[in-house]
């Protein structure tokens, strides 16, 4: 494991529909980093659980540690991660990881849950990523949510809870200064050139927010087919001026049963929000 390249590589933890895949192409559109992984831990756990066999034929990560060891031997790098998977506690143990989370840098970036939770709600049933779905559930038991209802569901994967929890663990291993640095995406659209600017002095980063603020495009053959409907929007983006743009698009209504779910899960996720907020860059 090389150490200085890690001490200057970026750790993105989101919660899901959080802007988390335009903040990755931001980093890395700087050109000071040499690899972006978007999904490659999620791909690897996925992979690990529902077809074990090809996951060794490829020797995909089998844990977190695993693939920071492997991406800090390519240079430093930008790699993100959604929080509610330290559920999956094989993958991820937070506090037998706190030494390697140590000696990196670290974005916890989440939204308001009442614009995340209706647009994963609506994911979730566009993609049938349901626990009822058979392709779907060895990950959800995993995950500890095998007999959980749509909202239950709908709550653990918001990952409000998880975020907080690392972001308030993270707040007590850093040296002061050095984060964990939050960031609210609707902050981030409203001003960009702001926001960032503050998240790079938090890092102590060898670069400015303006450098962050387009990227290119993502050429389809480099978003994983496994993801793209979930990632088709931000793959197509190149500011996130042009991701604020594309979110004021109409988008289809939930049916009145699941909206008293998206709701309910909202209500209980806020307050955990607001505590995130405190840690904000």
């Known amino acids: 494991m090389d150490v200085e390249n890690l001490g200057n590589s ?3 933890w989101s919660v899901p529909r959080s802007l988390s895949t335009a903040l990755t192409y931001s980093f890395f559109g700087t050109g000071k980093y040499e690899h972006a992984y978007q999904e490659v831990l999620l791909e690897s756990r996925v992979e690990w659980v529902m077809m ?3 996951a060794a034929k490829k020797d995909m990560p089998r844990s977190f540690a695993d693939h920071i060891a492997r991406a800090s031997q390519g240079g430093t790098f930008v790699t993100k991660d959604h929080a509610y998977h330290m559920l999956l506690g094989d993958f991820f143990d937070l ?7 140590q000696k990196m840098k670290h974005v916890v970036i989440v939204r308001n849950p009442a614009s995340s939770v209706p647009s994963l709600a609506k994911k979730n049933l566009e993609t049938d990523t349901l626990v009822t779905n058979q392709k779907f559930r060895p990950m959800f038991v995993r995950l500890g949510l095998g007999d959980a209802s749509f909202p239950e569901q709908l709550e653990a994967q918001a990952g409000f809870r998880q975020s907080l929890k690392l972001t308030q663990h993270l707040a007590k291993i850093l040296p002061p200064g050095r984060g964990p640095a939050v960031i609210d995406a609707d902050r981030l659209l409203h001003n960009p050139r702001e926001v960032l600017d503050r998240l790079c002095d938090r890092l102590q980063l060898r670069h400015g927010g303006e450098e962050m603020l387009s990227w290119r495009p993502t050429p389809p053959e480099e978003v ?3 993801f793209k409907d979930w990632f088709d929007t931000a793959s197509l983006s190149t500011s996130f001026e042009r991701r604020h743009a594309s979110g004021t698009q109409h988008k289809k209504s939930l049916s009145p049963e699941y909206q008293k779910h998206v709701d309910t899960v909202t209500a209980n996720l806020m307050p955990l929000y607001q505590q995130l907020l405190s840690y904000h860059v």
């Open 224 to 226: 994983s087919p496994a």
């Open 95 to 101: 506090e037998q990881e706190s030494a390697l989370l």
């Open 52 to 54: 074990p066999e090809s």
């Open 10 to 12: 970026i750790c993105i």
